[in-house]
């Protein structure tokens, strides 16, 4: 049975699912609490894929951020969804995938009204393709040091994804996670 893509699951205050709702409708002023996922796509050398949303996405039209996101449909296992939405976004074929902060949760507001409220788990994977971004998903992408997107998001935070910004806090590969002797260093 094929997903059911235009759904997304949506959940309680404690993250348990309480149905579904059509994607489209949910993405607003008033965005009740939805499960979505966040991936970090890695090749052999270490670098990590970023990508530009698309100008026509609907929330957070052309920034920066990490390779890419979805929202896996009612029913959908998470790292099944993972796999579509890479082929989707990037025509790319991942060879790993698996959890790295698989509690993430965030709530943003867009410069046009637009929230994000998600349950948010973040996924790390590794390819050894090259991605052939879908023009209504990405419209730039770069294979880049994980190091320098940690500067980069570091001191200019809003060139990029609040998801980004907030999962670079919390993720070792992009400087997160740090005690604060080593910040203040």
Known sequence: MTPDTDMVVLLNADGAEIGAASKHSIHGADTRLHLAFSCHVFDPRGHLLVTRRAL??????????????????????????????????????????????????YRATDAAGIVENEICPVYVATTTHQPRPHPDEVIEHHWVDPDDLAESVRRAPWAFSPWLVLQAQLLPFLGGGRGLEELAS
Do not use: I, Q, Y
């Not at 039209?61 to 969804?81: I, K, Q, R, Y």
């Not at 698996?98 to 509690?103: G, N, Y």
């Open 56 to 105: 026509t996405k609907t929330t957070w039209p052309g920034v920066w951020t990490n390779s890419f996101c979805g929202h896996p449909a009612p029913g959908e296992d998470l790292v099944s969804a993972v796999r579509r939405r890479a082929e989707h976004e990037l025509g790319l074929a991942l060879d790993t995938v698996e959890p790295v902060l698989p509690f993430f949760r």
